[in-house]
């Protein structure tokens, strides 16, 4: 069963995470940094066609799943680790970069997205202070410590946008901050994947207001938009790029790509894939067109990034 092919729970994308790792030992490295709140472990490979501690390659870094209901995007990042391994129809992506591919951040929130709340969001974990014990969870895309609870989030843990108790309170997005710190002398393009509403969203996304990269943050956002679109595959809507704040209509902040950009990743995206008229519950049969789609515009910007990084 391939996890890019439907929604498919946790212990599906693990395993086929597990036999890419033993079928192409010189490529891919598992690596397990941690285990979750609830000790599910944290998973994700490292493929290079050399030798990843050589740090000689810039370094591309996918992460998916933070938010639970998300269920498209588990399937983009195993399309793109499928195609960087298993289809190697394009050689210079694997030549000319070292990838890092984590495709579910948040396994707690996922699976109890499965088993019992079709619509969660955030982690589940609970602390001794407050009200959190009736209302588990933190939204891991306001945790981190990039203007931390200030903008389009709440102190309140019983709301779908609490940004904890501190910023990085949550294993799951310390563990994404370790991999950028560890790999942040060449790590150029970070892509955070989220859903729905076909954007390619870029910082800073708290007060709208544009970074010194802009310029490179938009001309590759353009490319990767473009790259899907000339696909020209059906169903979807024509992706829009810009400022986070601007193009999703309202601000956030202690979110994972003004965390990146703000502590020196040049280039730092929020993918909103595809949710159509069905929003979080996008039908499963698109899965597929959606992880087809989606890696070109990562194929196309990780390219476009070597131009101009
Ligand atoms: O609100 C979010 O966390 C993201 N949208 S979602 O519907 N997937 O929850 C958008 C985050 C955009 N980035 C910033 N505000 N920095
Ligand atoms: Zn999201």
């Not at 942040?184 to 544009?210: A, E, N």
């Not at 994972?256 to 519950?281: K, M, W």
Request: hydrophobic share 35%.
């Amino acid at each position: 069963e391939k996890p890019y092919d439907n929604y498919v729970r946790l212990n599906v994308i693990y395993n086929y995470m597990d036999s890419i790792a033993a079928k192409y030992p010189n490529i891919v490295k598992m690596v397990t940094p941690g285990n979750s709140f609830e000790g599910r472990p944290i998973k994700y490979l490292k493929i290079s066609s050399s030798n990843f501690e050589d740090r000689s390659k810039s370094l591309i870094f996918i992460e998916a799943t933070i938010h639970a209901r998300e269920w498209i995007t588990p399937p983009v990042a195993t399309y793109a680790i499928h195609k960087l391994v298993e289809d190697l129809t394009d050689r210079e992506l694997l030549d000319k970069f070292d990838w890092i591919i984590l495709p579910v951040s948040n396994p707690d929130g996922y699976e109890f997205s499965h088993t019992n709340q079709r619509f969660w969001r955030k982690t589940r974990s609970i602390d001794q202070s407050q009200s959190s014990r009736l209302c588990p969870g933190v939204d891991g895309n306001r945790n981190y410590d990039f203007h931390w609870r200030t903008v389009g989030t709440s102190n309140n843990p019983c709301t779908d946008n609490y940004g904890g108790s501190r910023p990085f309170s949550e294993v799951e997005t310390r563990i994404v901050r370790d991999i950028i710190h560890e790999y942040l002398d060449r790590m150029t393009l970070f892509i955070t994947l989220h859903s729905f509403g076909s954007m390619i969203l870029y910082p800073w996304g708290h007060d709208g207001s544009l970074s010194q990269n802009a310029l490179g943050l938009h001309t590759v956002g353009i490319t990767m938009a473009e790259a899907i679109y000339e696909k020209k595959l059906p169903h979807f809507p024509r992706y829009a790029v810009g400022n986070s704040r601007l193009v999703i209509g309202y601000g956030a902040s202690g979110a994972a790509e003004d965390y990146a950009h703000s502590i020196g990743v040049p280039l730092a995206y929020t993918y909103e894939l595809p949710g159509l008229r069905q929003g979080f519950n996008l039908d499963p049969k698109y899965a597929r067109q959606v992880s087809e789609e989606t890696w070109e515009g990562i194929a196309a910007g990780a390219k476009k990034a070597r131009e101009i990084v």
